[in-house]
């Protein structure tokens, strides 16, 4: 999935940061959802008090938003890009990334319909870890 950003992606990013006083890092747009990757200790601000931001947000873009804060230790990152559903393990070895939820129902959230979300989260994941080859829910 490659990523670029328009002049409309920048308003964007712009309009975040201004809203949430939270640094943001990045922003990935799709169909029905947009993620704001933001730098680590900045989750406070972004998200705003009781989630005020959250819901601001989503009344401007008309879309579900997720914040995400950014680590540069791939299985924080996961399990941060995962929240708020539980990871009761996740290991990384030979760039595969394997996730131990805690029940079928998370699991299956985590997973998605024919594996979407968890293509989606991997195309997230590798944007910033290369190296990374699969994201893998046991």
């Known amino acids: 999935m490659k990523f670029i950003y328009t002049m409309e992606t920048m308003q964007r990013m712009s309009l975040f940061e201004k809203l949430t006083r939270a640094k943001l890092k990045d922003l990935i747009e799709l ?35 997720r914040i995400v804060e950014y680590s540069d230790v791939v299985t924080q990152f996961v399990i941060n890009l995962l929240s708020p559903l539980k990871v009761v393990e996740i290991v990384e070895e ?26 989606l989260y991997e195309s997230i994941v590798q944007k910033y870890f290369p190296d990374i080859k699969e994201l893998k829910v046991i």
């Open 31 to 65: 169909e029905d959802k947009v993620f704001f990757v933001i730098e680590k200790g900045q989750l406070r601000n972004a998200l705003g008090p009781q989630k005020k931001n959250v819901q601001k947000l989503e009344e401007i873009f008309k879309k579900k938003i």
């Open 94 to 119: 030979d760039n595969i990334i394997t996730i131990t939820g805690p029940d079928q129902k998370t699991k299956g959230l985590m997973i998605g319909a024919r594996a979407k979300n968890l293509r």
